[in-house]
């Protein structure tokens, strides 16, 4: 079967850096996307993976290992708004996405 | 921009109510999809469309129903409500299978009682 791995939640402190770690088994590979979830909204896009390696973006930064079936999340300097789920999602052989149940990340002051 | 609306936001049914939830995007895409999310759970997906008059199953079809007669429009069918059925409900739609960011509505809460 296909499967996603995520922590479940994670807390962190306000400034520090926090990496959330996903790790997959699915049926081939065709990518890999992180979404951010604040309660009681919709997700919206961080990034997307496709080759091994490190895409940043401002505060938020991903890293993929295709070989290892690995992903993480970086987050750096930690705001109270960073508080939200955090989602993996890979793109199967079948280009369909295969959604992780969301890390929660509490920032505290 | 509207982007993906979906309607209503909030809706309790009674056990063996149907109803729709609609979904319309102006992006113009063709993959739309139709997602449920419960308490402490991934996405799940229901349906998917790749295109006008072309839709498919998701991992979780049952009770459910769609049809995607243009572009714009993914309308979900809920038939005999069930307590199972109470989540929360997204539509979202992207413009291609694998690169394609989804594009989320802002969510649509069942409760069935």
């Known amino acids: 079967g296909q499967n996603i791995d995520q922590p479940t939640e994670m807390t962190a402190t306000e400034g520090a850096i926090v990496q959330i770690n996903c790790t997959y088994q699915?049926?081939?590979?065709?990518?890999l996307f992180w979404y951010q979830q604040h309660a009681g909204e919709a997700p919206t896009f961080l990034s997307y993976?496709?080759l091994d390696g490190l895409e940043e973006k401002g505060r938020f930064s991903s890293f993929l290992s295709r070989s290892k079936g690995y992903s993480y999340l970086l987050l750096k300097e930690l705001q109270m708004k960073d508080s939200a789920s955090y989602l993996c999602?890979?793109?199967?052989?079948?280009?369909?996405?295969?959604w992780g149940a969301g890390t929660k990340l509490i920032i505290k002051p | 921009n509207a982007g993906v609306t979906q309607t209503p936001k909030f809706r309790i049914l009674k056990i063996g109510q149907s109803m729709t939830l609609q979904c319309t995007q102006d992006m113009n895409h063709n993959y739309m999809y139709w997602y449920r999310q419960d308490p402490g759970m991934g996405l799940k997906l229901i349906y998917y469309s790749v295109g006008a008059g072309i839709t498919d199953k998701g991992e979780v079809p049952n009770g459910y129903n769609v049809s995607r007669s243009t572009t714009e429009d993914f309308p979900l069918r809920l038939e005999l409500a069930a307590p199972s059925q109470t989540s929360v409900y997204f539509c979202?739609?992207?413009?291609?299978?694998?690169?394609?960011?989804?594009?989320f509505g802002e969510g649509s809460r069942l409760t069935v009682l």
């Open positions: 993976n496709v």
């Open positions: 699915t049926s081939g590979f065709n990518g």
């Open positions: 999602a890979v793109v199967d052989s079948n280009y369909q996405l295969i």
């Open positions: 979202a739609s992207s413009g291609g299978a694998d690169t394609g960011e989804l594009f």
